[in-house]
Antibody
Framework: QVTLEESGPALVKPTQTLTLTCTFSGFSLSAPGMRVSWVRQPPGKAPEWLAR???????FYTTSLKTRLTISKDTSKNQVVLKMSNMDPADTATYYC???????????WGQGALVTVSS | EIVLTQSPGILSLSPGERASLSCRASQSVASNYLAWYQQKPGQAPSLLIY???TRATGVPDRFSGSGSGTEFTLTISRLEPEDFAVYYC??????????FGQGTKLDIK
């Protein structure tokens, strides 16, 4: 059974760096072909893909946020971490981790973590 | 980047009716890598259809997908009360930028 769970702060101040952790089970991110993505969804809006990390440690970012995002993995802990710098109120959203991305659909999602950016 | 446009924005129907949701791509979706997701309030999106027409595990057969190139359709043959939700299409044929449509909200009439 595949599960993913996001954790991190619910509230961050403008200009701070957001750190989110995705803890997953039911698959190994060291297995060839496996990948985990981060997707965010502002309130009332569509999902937006942010970043992806692959089993071979390849990393990919959405163009508009590339300079602010860092994705990493700890295979031994079954975790993927996303850092987003210089947070702005416009970054207020529910942040999801999901298995998939690239030439693969998102077949399993975490429940999401709502992050509010406010002073 | 491939832009996906869904229509209509809101679809109001009654249980038992047939629903057709459209997703149009700004350029051809490679290998028909087009998926549909269902999202209910307070929940994460849930995979319904991938590869244009393949139902995900456990998805009822009243859900079907069709199309190719730039035009895709999600059809729900007979609406059940639990089907009223927001539906998103997503293309994964253009890596790494996986884009989503803006969604169609299926409302109870």
């Amino acid at each position: 059974q595949v599960t993913l769970e996001e954790s991190g702060p619910a509230l961050v101040k403008p200009t701070q760096t957001l750190t989110l952790t995705c803890t997953f089970s039911g698959f190994s991110l060291s297995a060839p072909g496996m990948r985990v993505s981060w997707v965010r969804q502002p309130p009332g809006k569509a999902p937006e893909w942010l970043a992806r990390i692959d089993w071979d440690d390849d990393k990919f970012y959405t163009t508009s946020l590339k300079t602010r995002l860092t994705i990493s993995k700890d295979t031994s802990k079954n975790q993927v971490v996303l850092k987003m710098s210089n947070m702005d109120p416009a970054d207020t959203a529910t942040y999801y981790c999901a298995r998939g991305g690239g030439y693969f659909f998102f077949d399993h999602w975490g429940q999401g973590a709502l992050v509010t950016v406010s002073s | 980047e491939i832009v996906l446009t869904q229509s209509p924005g809101i679809l109001s129907l009654s249980p038992g009716e047939r629903a057709s949701l459209s997703c149009r791509a700004s350029q051809s979706v490679a290998s028909n890598y087009l998926a549909w997701y269902q999202q209910k309030p307070g929940q994460a999106p849930s995979l319904l259809i991938y590869g244009v027409s393949t139902r995900a595990t456990g998805v009822p057969d009243r859900f079907s997908g069709s199309g190719s190139g730039t035009e895709f359709t999600l059809t729900i043959s007979r609406l059940e009360p639990e089907d009223f939700a927001v539906y998103y299409c997503q293309q994964y044929g253009s890596s790494p930028l996986n884009s989503f449509g803006q969604g169609t909200k299926l409302d109870i009439k």
